[in-house]
């Protein structure tokens, strides 16, 4: 069985995690505290990030070589288009969010509000916070432009992208930081990525000291 290095909230496990369960690949999942900097886990990536994922007898690091990989190997049910020109759109807007939205979002109110206080590194930065705040309000429009003129985020059919922006809303819908009430457009795009099968483990995630809200796991949020 294949065995993932993960921590729960890390959007970018997250879209690994995603990818497995969309292409139906049974997975251990080991919660890795990367921080700490372990030495067998030091040896498994001396990068020293999570996900590493073990499959097919080799040790895999970096979750966007490692979604390639799941593509290239198991192309059923695929996540990227045949299109090279669709392929590029979704590769460009899985980059917005573990880049763009990753640095303005993510790391300025989960990793302020969790990370943080898992790794004993004080409390949060409010600046941060507060622009991390401001900055979701962009991207949520964003997305909303995106899905006035698409079925999906980079297209007709769901891809790594919705996958992508949905492991980053995910993380922070965990700690209530996204306003769903903003766009309905975006909401709905959610709640029919939340009620796919591949999202049921992410659903169940707990993170200790830090409880989920009510209506995270509720498919009728």
Known sequence: MARLFHVPLSPFCRKVRLSLAEKKIEVELVEERYWEQDPD??????????????LDGIIMSESAAICEYLEETRPDPSLLPSDPVERLEV????????DKFHTEVTSNLLYERVNKKMMKQG??????????????????????????????????????????????????D?????????????KDWYAKIKSRPAFRALLADQVSGFPPPKHYNDLDF
């Not at 590769?91 to 573990?98: A, G, N, Q």
């Open 41 to 54: 886990f030091m040896r498994r990536n001396p990068a020293g990030k999570v996900p590493v994922l073990r």
């Open 91 to 98: 590769r460009r807007l899985v980059s917005w969010f573990d």
């Open 123 to 172: 409390y949060p930065d409010s600046k941060n916070v507060k622009a991390g705040a401001k900055a979701i309000k962009y991207h949520l429009d964003y997305m909303t432009w995106l899905l006035d003129h698409r079925r999906w985020l980079a297209g007709d059919k769901m891809t790594l992208a919705d996958f992508a922006a949905a492991a980053h809303l995910s993380s922070l």
């Open 174 to 186: 965990y700690i209530s930081d996204v306003d769903w009430n903003r766009s309905e457009v975006v």
